[in-house]
């Protein structure tokens, strides 16, 4: 079973940058598409980004242009670069692992996003 461990979060001023990474251990890393999550206070999880074991990446639509999501296959990683931060953007940020062969999604702990001047 995958596990997944976000790390990179913090305080930023606005206009900043920040790169968020997910490390995964356990199970096969190429076989899932891996995504990002957020939730802010008070409001529903909502998708990020996604990124198949091949690459194929997908936004939400208000975040095309600022937020990158990649992935490195060879280390188990997937990471999010996140620029021109906003204090709209603060949020618990999700990684997220998903494919066929499970039962549910696997989620990691969160890392805490606080754009604030």
């Known amino acids: 079973q995958v596990q997944l461990v976000e790390s990179g979060g913090g305080v930023v001023q606005p206009g900043g940058s920040l790169r968020l990474s997910c490390a995964a251990s356990g199970g096969v890393f190429t076989a899932y598409t891996m995504a990002w999550y957020r939730q802010a206070p008070g409001k529903q999880r909502e998708r990020v980004a996604t990124?198949?074991?091949?690459?194929?990446?997908t936004y939400k639509n208000s975040l095309k242009g600022r937020f990158f999501i990649s992935r490195d296959n060879a280390k188990n990683a997937v990471y999010l670069q996140m620029d021109s931060l906003q204090p709209e953007d603060t949020a618990v940020y999700y990684c997220n692992a998903d494919s066929s062969a499970l039962v549910r999604s696997v989620w990691g702990q969160g890392t805490q996003v606080t754009v604030s001047s």
């Open positions: 990124i198949t074991g091949g690459g194929t990446t």
